[in-house]
C-alpha cells in the first residue's frame, strides 16, 4: 500500500462516520498533522469520494463529507439494480 493510503482509509472511515468535519477537527480526532489531512483528503476528493461544503461564519470552514454510494456506481449497474428490484 501506498504510503499515504492509510491516512487516507483512516480520514475516509472517520468522514463516513462523521460528516461534517473540517480539517481542523480531523486532525485533533486522528492525532494526525494538519498536511497530512489535507493531503488525504484532496487525494479522496480527486477519486471522487467525498465532497466538500464551505460555511461562512467569522471564518470560512471547509466542511468533508463522504460522496454516497448511488453517485459512485456507473449509471449501467443502477439500472440492472431497479429492474431486480420490481422483481
Not at 50 to 73: G, M, P
Given at each position: ?9 483512516k480520514?475516509?472511515q472517520?468522514?463516513c462516520?462523521n ?11 486522528l ?7 489535507r493531503?488525504a483528503?484532496s ?45
Open positions: 500500500m501506498r504510503r499515504h493510503g492509510k491516512a487516507e482509509d480520514v475516509y472517520l468522514i462516520s460528516p461534517g468535519l473540517n480539517t481542523y477537527e480531523i486532525s485533533k480526532r492525532k494526525m498533522s494538519g498536511g497530512n489531512v493531503n483528503l487525494n479522496l476528493h480527486k477519486k471522487g469520494l467525498i465532497l466538500f461544503k464551505f460555511e461562512r461564519s467569522t471564518r470560512i470552514r471547509k466542511k468533508c463529507f463522504a460522496v454516497k454510494i448511488s453517485h459512485l456506481l456507473p449509471n449501467s449497474l443502477k439500472k440492472e439494480i431497479k429492474n431486480l428490484l420490481k422483481i
